[in-house]
């Protein structure tokens, strides 16, 4: 039972994500992650020695990653927290918030901090021992394309799973397009004055250039520049399919850090302590075989079940959307005007680091609902294994 589980209000941050392969290409996520985390609870004036307990969020492993959360805690000056992992692809965000709420909820910890930290840019090259392979050859995987590729339960790539979406719900190319630019359209909002919105949450990376020289990235990188001409001058990707690369995510670098505490600390350490934000439910479910984008529709009637809600009580709802048809079946499934969820943009069009994309998504539904005047947001995401998870907040 999730009682007394609350997220300050300012309680968080997004770095700015970087398309891979960018400037974070080189750095270990763990050891970035845990320098951003210390230098924003210096900025915000928080006590690292307050955390009794560290999430470390990460789904591409990073060298050292064995010592994880425990050693991002000592990175971050806070070498009493222990801590544990969490992989759990896209949904490794929420499931940490939830993990958090639970053990707040239960007493086992009074300050908790989600750090969500990877890097799908040059991810491992694992060699599997493989003694009895001809001649001892070694099992080789490519973390980030082997898995996109392939899910090795259906053996499935991620994009056929949202073209089986498409063609099932009967989505066409236009409606792709055009939902694609939409997406577009509301990321210019979080843009507009000087990029107001994001500054409400976003927290500037600082990145070495050399021995000497460290370079400061305050937005986001690598957000292609598109008009609905450009969309409809791509190629699908697939001969038959709706998704070009413009209505599809494209791997991104980023880290992003949320406190989970009881009311009492979130008051204290709120911006503005008449603005709680609890955490109320989360709902974690499967779809069937193949069909990933449908998943979030489960996990969201779950949520609502839990929480005692109905849709219509939700003011804010945001889903992850790696392709466009996520956004199409969400809005189809539960009867939503696909044009008035994720508004200042989702990971389609910034990028998606993995386990900071549903972070960003849950702190960009906590700063829009402010702006509301509070109610509910609910934040849900696809992950792999046609799974997906959902979570209630309660703002103001
Ligand atoms: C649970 C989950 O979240 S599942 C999701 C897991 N992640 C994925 O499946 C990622 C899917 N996407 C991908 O893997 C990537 O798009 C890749 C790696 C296949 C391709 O990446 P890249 O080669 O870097 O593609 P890039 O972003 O440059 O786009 C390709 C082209 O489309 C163009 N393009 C991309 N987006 C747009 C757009 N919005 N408008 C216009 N043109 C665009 C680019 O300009 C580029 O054009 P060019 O070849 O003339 O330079």
């Known amino acids: 039972m999730l009682n007394n589980a609350y997220i300050p209000y300012g309680g968080y941050y997004s770095s700015p994500f970087c398309k891979w392969m960018g400037s974070l290409a080189n750095i270990n996520s763990i050891e970035l992650g845990a320098a951003t985390s210390k230098r924003w609870f210096a900025a915000r004036d928080y006590d690292p020695t307050l955390i009794d307990y560290l999430y470390l969020g990460v789904s591409v492993g990073q060298k050292s990653i064995f010592y994880g959360a425990p050693w991002a805690a000592a990175m971050m000056s806070a070498p009493q927290a222990p801590g544990q992992n969490i992989t759990q692809a896209c949904a490794t965000a929420t499931t940490a918030v939830f993990n958090a709420a639970l053990a707040v909820s239960a007493g086992n910890f009074e300050t908790t901090y989600c750090l969500l930290a990877d890097r799908p840019s040059n991810g491992p090259h694992t060699i599997w021992p493989n003694p009895n392979g001809p001649g001892g050859e070694v099992i080789s995987e490519n973390w980030n394309m082997d898995n996109i590729a392939a899910d090795p339960a259906t053996g499935k790539d991620m994009l056929t799973t949202a073209e089986n979406v498409a063609r099932e719900h009967g989505f066409t190319r236009e409606q792709a397009d055009e939902l694609t630019l939409r997406r577009y359209e509301q990321y210019a909002d979080a843009l507009a004055d000087d990029r107001a919105f994001q500054k409400r949450y976003m927290f500037p990376l600082e990145v070495a250039v050399s021995r000497k020289e460290t370079r400061t990235i305050e937005a986001d990188e690598g957000v292609t520049a598109t008009s609905a001409e450009a969309l409809a001058r791509l190629r699908t990707v697939q001969p038959d399919g709706i998704h070009t690369f413009g209505a599809q995510t494209h791997p991104a670098d980023a880290n992003a850090g949320i406190v989970v505490t009881t009311r009492e600390r979130a008051e204290a350490m709120s911006s503005d302590p008449q603005m709680a934000v ?29 929480a005692g809600l109905t849709l219509d009580q939700i003011k804010t709802v945001k889903n992850h959307s790696p392709f466009i048809a996520n956004d199409l079946h969400l809005a189809k499934a ?18 998606h680091p993995q386990a900071p994309t549903l972070a960003r998504l849950l702190i960009e539904a906590i700063e829009e609902t402010a702006i509301k005047g509070g109610g509910y947001a609910l934040v849900t995401g696809c992950a792999a294994g046609d799974s997906a998870a959902a979570l209630i907040v309660k703002v103001g």
Not at 278 to 297: D, I
Not at 334 to 351: E, I, K, P, Q, R
């Open 278 to 306: 609890q955490v109320v439910a989360y709902g974690h479910a499967r779809t069937k075989p193949a069909h990933m984008p449908m998943a979030p529709v489960e996990s969201v009637k779950r949520a609502l079940n839990q």
């Open 334 to 351: 539960l009867g939503l005007d696909a044009h008035t969820f994720n508004n200042y943009g989702t990971s389609l069009v910034y990028g």
